[in-house]
Structure formats: C-alpha cells, structure tokens
DNA sequence: ATTACGAGTGAACAATTGTTCATATGTTTG
DNA sequence: CAAACATATGAACAATTGTTCACTCGTAAT
C-alpha cells in the first residue's frame, strides 16, 4: 500500500524549528565549511595536514612518509590548496607545502580532544 | 615505455621526515579523527549538527527543517551516534537528539573562523 | 489487542570519491 | 637545446556514499 512518509502533522515544537531556521548559516556558508571538514575526513588527506602541522614539506618527502606515489599526493594537495587549507612555495623543482592559517590547527586539536574523553 | 612513479632516491629531507613520522598519531587515531571530519563533512549531517548545536530536536522537526524524509534523518542520526558526536533520550514516540560534547561546538567555531580570514 | 504514528533499518540505486596510469609542465643542469 | 627530475593534470576505474523505498520496531491511546 502507499505511503507517504513526510510528516504530514505539522512542527512537535514549532517555535524552536522557526528559532533555529533563523540562526542556521546560510546554505552557501554550510557548504563552504562542509567541503573543509569533508577534506579534512580522509585518512590521507588527514595525515598530510597533520604532517604539515609540524613541518613544511616538499611533495616527494609527503609521499614516501605516506607510502604512496606523488601522483596520488599532487592531487589531494590539490584539493587542499583550494578552500587555502594549505599554501605552498616553490625551491627550484621542488614545491614546499604547509598549512595556510592556525584555524586547521585547533581543528585538529579540538578533533582529538574529542577522541579522548 | 613504462616508468615507476615512486621516489627512486632517497628523502629530500631525511631527518625531517624521520622526526614526522614519529610525532604522527597511530594509524588508529587517524583514522577516527578522519571519520569525525568526514560526518561533519556532509551538507545534511553539517545542518544536522548546526541545528542541534542550538537546540535539542526531534527526529520529525529536524526532517521538517531540512526537507527531507525521516528516514533520511534517522539514516544520518545513527551515522552521528556512532562517535558519539550525538546523543538521544526517548520521550514518548519522540526521539530528542543533542549534541554529545561540547567539542563538536568547538569544532563549528573553528572552521566557521576560518572560513573568515 | 488493535490502531496510529514517530523512529529505525535493509536493500538498491545514482552520484561522488581516491587512486592509478599515462602524459604534460616547469625548472635546473649539462 | 636537451636531458633529468619534481610536480601537476586528465581520464578511467573500483569503491564508497546519500537518499529513497518498503518495511519493521516501539510506544501510546482507543
């Protein structure tokens, strides 16, 4: 049989949904931070910011520290380069990346504060 | 012709590289923090989390507020349980979620602040 | 107990994603 | 200029993901 499976009675609580309708982020605020945190979600891509978070690094030293080839880091620094979660410079053949601001870092921290508790 | 695409020489920076490596976290704590990053990494999952970041909400209201099924919802409440980024009490027929931590809100803070630099 | 309804679940589908391979840029050195 | 090498990029592939649909579970009320 058919069903529809909206709420078809209207708001539990009409108030506190119209209250934080209006303090949401707006959609283009939410997906700008959603594509940070997404970035941040890989596990490769999660170890060279937290590899950064030390120290500069060329791409070559970012691929052999993670075992994979620099093909494969190129474009997951690539991504991060974009919403400026790294900068980098270049020495001759070599490209040195880094992280852009401290806000990556107290990400971090904040993500592992999380895990311990 | 084939080629290797791996660093056949050696690190650029080995003693750079060296002491990385020892200061990264265990690959098991990577990878937690990596699926923390990756649930708030989703445009629903992230709206979910600024929603209950204000108020503590049902599984309909939060349907209602997003658009979506609440099957939809549930799917991605359960996801959020997992980690503990979330918690729950019954109320009746009424499920109420929240926020498990105060860490989560820290974590909306950082990479709101970044997204402003 | 039966009905009603909010919430949870499993299967399935389209869409997205991460890596590899091949090739192209760009820079330094001979 | 040509060769060597670090980095970047495009296409393609398998693997993962988010939503929907259909159904079940749990609670409350009649």
Redesign the interface.
């Known amino acids: 049989m058919p069903e529809i499976?909206?709420?078809e009675i209207?708001?539990?609580?009409e108030n506190?949904?119209k209250?934080?309708?209006r303090?949401?982020?707006l959609e283009g605020?939410?997906?700008?931070?959603?594509?940070?945190?997404?970035?941040?979600?890989?596990?490769t891509r999660?170890?060279i910011i937290?590899?950064l978070s030390?120290?500069e690094?060329?791409v070559?030293?970012i691929?052999?520290?993670l075992g994979l080839?620099?093909?494969a880091i190129s474009h997951q620094l690539r991504l991060l380069r974009g919403p400026?979660l790294v900068k980098f410079r270049r020495a001759g053949k070599?490209v040195y990346y880094s992280l852009d601001?401290q806000?990556?870092k107290?990400?971090?921290k904040?993500?592992?504060?999380?895990?311990s508790?």
């Open positions: 499976d909206t709420c209207s708001f539990i609580d506190k949904v209250a934080v309708q303090n949401i982020p605020t939410v997906n700008q931070l959603s594509v940070i945190f997404k970035l941040m979600g890989d596990p999660l170890k937290l590899a030390m120290e690094l060329c070559c030293d691929a052999l520290l080839t620099r093909s400026r070599l601001d806000h990556v107290h990400l971090l904040d993500g592992l504060e999380h895990l508790d």
